[in-house]
């Protein structure tokens, strides 16, 4: 790797973080000025900022006719998001699911992410299957926006105390805290996107010519690397959202940035795009259905205890390494990929999924025994 590439694509993650919490921090402020609930910031304001790095690099990417980087960092990020940051805050505190999360927003993610495979298909996301990915999350965004009035009105009207207690206050600021100044705000957004821009750029570029340095795709790299970086708003702000308190504000930010990402991030290029983005066969046959099956893991998860556990956190880490493993191996054809993906698929995923099964078997039977008692009484 050359070392001016590698100081690009450095510096290029750093400004991309800076961009993402000045973004954060000024949209967050100016929406709670405009009196749009923090419950509704969380999965729409903070998740749409935190994934702007996500959305800059891949029309940087598609503007450098580099399709592979940009399908992949969409969907390496969706991979991060889930297996990697969900697991790592859980680790640091067990998360809390909120059943609006678990009957609206992540069947939406799992839908969409079926959506996607199957517009990926022919090989190609074209400016049809764009809008129609834009337009869910727009439908998404109003229903949020309606369903977070509704449940806001119930509490009030019932004394207000409740409503104030149960929507969670923004990743980095108090609750209580007044947001600040329009002037200040909107100076944080400019200077967030101006961030995000450069960093777009040199990390695009760094991560290109490193591809073509070491031999491997810039699908490779976008899975990898440049996901890790883009996604690395939604860790901060996912851990100091559990750090104080707010847990499930973290599963809220994983999940609305992975709407984001595929609705708007890979959507509106595509639908600007003359000729739509070009995906590869191997992101089809493996990276996409991989992004598909993470989402569909945290359906179970989330629902049987609506929360994720500790050891639910260690076991997505895991599998989030053991894919980045795959992936680095089979790009750098390493002799130890038969080996590797032997393990993998006849004890590693088995075992996985046998745990699953019982751990979720499990905690539906605890579910129903309490529920029991409450019934003959």
């Not at 997505?316 to 390493?334: E, K, R």
Request: hydrophobic share 55%.
């Amino acid at each position: 790797m050359d070392l001016m590439d590698a100081g690009r694509i450095a510096v290029g993650l750093v400004l991309l973080v800076l961009g993402g919490e000045f973004l954060v921090r000024g949209a967050s402020s100016l929406a709670r000025r405009v009196g749009i609930s923090s419950l509704v910031v969380g999965l729409t304001v903070v998740s749409a900022a935190t994934s702007a790095p996500e959305l800059a690099v891949t029309v940087g990417a598609v503007l450098r006719d580099e399709p592979g980087l940009a399908v992949g960092n969409v969907v390496g990020s969706n991979i991060v998001n889930v297996l990697l940051i969900l697991g790592l805050s859980a680790l640091v505190i067990p998360l809390a699911v909120k059943q609006r999360l678990v009957r609206f927003d992540l069947p939406l993610m799992v839908a969409l992410s079926v959506g996607l495979l199957l517009v990926s298909l022919d090989g190609r996301i074209t400016a049809v299957d764009g809008l129609l990915l834009f337009l869910a999350v727009v439908a998404h965004t109003v229903l949020t926006v309606v369903i977070s009035r509704r449940d806001t009105r119930v509490p009030s009207r019932a004394g207000g105390s409740a409503g104030s207690s149960s929507a969670p206050a923004v990743a980095g600021e108090a609750e209580e805290s007044p947001p600040a100044p329009i002037g200040r705000s909107l100076l944080l957004v400019g200077l967030g996107i101006a961030l995000l821009v450069a960093g777009a750029t040199l990390l695009v570029e760094g991560a290109v010519n490193t591809a073509t340095t070491l031999g491997v795709s810039s699908l490779v790299v976008g899975l990898t690397v440049v996901a890790v970086g883009t996604s690395l708003p939604e860790l901060a702000t996912s851990i100091i959202a559990v750090r104080r308190g707010e847990r499930d504000l973290a599963v809220g930010n994983v999940v609305g940035s992975n709407i984001f990402n595929i609705g708007v991030v890979l959507g509106l290029p595509a639908l600007i795009s003359r000729d739509g983005i070009p995906v590869s066969g191997a992101a089809v046959a493996f990276d996409i259905p991989v992004m598909l099956a993470a989402a569909v893991a945290l359906l179970p998860i989330a629902f049987t205890g609506f929360a994720v556990a500790r050891w639910e956190g260690t076991l997505f880490v895991g599998l989030y390494l053991a894919y980045t493993g795959y992936v680095v191996l089979a790009a750098t054809a390493h002799d130890a990929l038969e080996g590797f993906t032997a393990a993998m698929a006849w004890f590693v995923l088995p075992l996985v999924a046998v745990t699953l099964l019982a751990f979720t078997a499990y905690e539906v039977g605890l579910h129903r025994g309490r529920r029991e008692p409450g019934r003959s009484a």
